[in-house]
């Protein structure tokens, strides 16, 4: 079993900032994918950012250009740093995991980004 483990969430207003960690409970080695999603209230949970195990990234269109995802594999964390908030940013914001040897998918716990004036 691997938890994953999402924090950074938190209130800001437009135009602000934050970063969002997702720590592991194990080494990211062996780790096929790791991604964000978000889910707002009354819509479906949609992929944010994910990045490979060979550091290849890949964006929602809507987040292109003011999100960044990033992974420290000496602490098992990986990262979404976003810039240029938006209201439509607002969402619980997921951290998932796949497993290349058991192909077996991870959830986080959730953390809330809330973006208002």
């Known amino acids: 079993q691997v938890q994953v483990v999402e924090s950074g969430g938190g209130a800001v207003q437009p135009g602000g900032s934050l970063r969002l960690s997702c720590a592991a409970s194990r080494s990211l080695f062996n780790i096929y994918t790791m991604a964000w999603y978000r889910q707002a209230p009354g819509k479906q949970r949609e992929m944010v950012a994910v990045i490979a195990d060979d550091d290849t990234t890949n964006y929602a269109g809507s987040v292109k250009g003011r999100f960044t995802i990033s992974k420290d594999n000496a602490k098992n964390t990986v990262y979404l740093q976003m810039n240029s908030l938006k209201p439509e940013d607002t969402a619980v914001y997921y951290c998932?995991?796949?497993?290349?040897?058991?192909?077996?998918?991870?959830w986080g716990q959730g953390t809330q980004v809330t973006v208002s004036s």
């Open positions: 998932n995991m796949i497993d290349s040897r058991t192909w077996l998918t991870y």
